[in-house]
């Protein structure tokens, strides 16, 4: 058993329009009963189609201002006279059989859903505008972060091997300074000679016979 809309190519249904669906029964039957499940859950009773064929419809009434229904051999056929949003939903086909409810798939009847555009970005003379919030103008920075990277790579190329120049020039001015120390402090140490006798020779031993 399988509800459907009876022109293949429907998809969504549109406002006005006679809308037809049919149901095709497998079974032997004593009548469908057409029903409709709206957005929030509720089932709807919409008409009783028994097998002889006679309609109907909600109130036990025989016609109906909004629908049409009518039996085509295995085929039940319901009629919406023009399709309001009262009349969206999922439309249902049951029939008893040996004790036994069935229910058909739905098939569901929903108008098109209209998506609203996203908001576009402000462009950047808007930015730029004052608003009466802000008393100043905001203006957009032109340097990027990629501008920036580059920039600081730049700066590092450069202040780099200036800072190690002049680390290794104190370096070896700590180390000559050193080495002056102690040659300094060498020459001190030497004995120097005595005052009068700068020619003064040492004695030699004497020797014997």
């Given at each position: 058993m399988t509800a459907r809309f009876r022109e293949r190519n429907t998809i969504h249904p549109r406002l006005g329009q006679r809308l037809e669906l049919e149901c095709e029964t497998f079974k032997e039957d004593s009548g469908v009963f057409w029903v409709r499940q709206d957005k929030g859950g509720t089932l709807h009773?919409?008409?009783y189609i028994s097998s002889l064929p006679r309609a109907?419809?909600?109130?036990n009434e025989r016609t109906s201002t909004r629908f049409e229904a009518r039996k085509d051999g295995s085929i039940y056929r319901l009629v919406?006279?023009?399709f309001t949003s009262q009349d969206e939903g999922n439309y249902f086909c049951l029939l008893t059989n040996?004790?036994?409810l069935y229910f058909s798939p739905g098939q569901p009847a929903f108008f098109p859903v209209t998506t609203t555009p996203a908001p576009t970005r402000a462009s950047p003379a808007t930015q730029m505008a004052i608003t009466k919030k802000d008393s100043c103008p905001i203006i957009p920075n032109p340097e990027t972060s990629?501008?920036?990277?580059?920039n600081l790579s730049c700066d590092i190329f450069i202040w780099l091997p200036l800072a190690c120049t002049c680390l290794l020039l104190l370096v070896a001015l700590a180390v000559t300074v050193t080495l002056c120390?102690?040659?300094r402090r060498r020459r001190c140490r030497c004995k120097r000679p005595v005052k009068?006798?700068?020619n003064a020779k040492t004695a030699l031993p004497s020797r014997h016979a």
């Open positions: 009773f919409i008409v109907t419809f909600k109130g919406v006279k023009s040996s004790q036994m990629e501008d920036k990277w580059l120390q102690r040659t009068g006798k700068p």
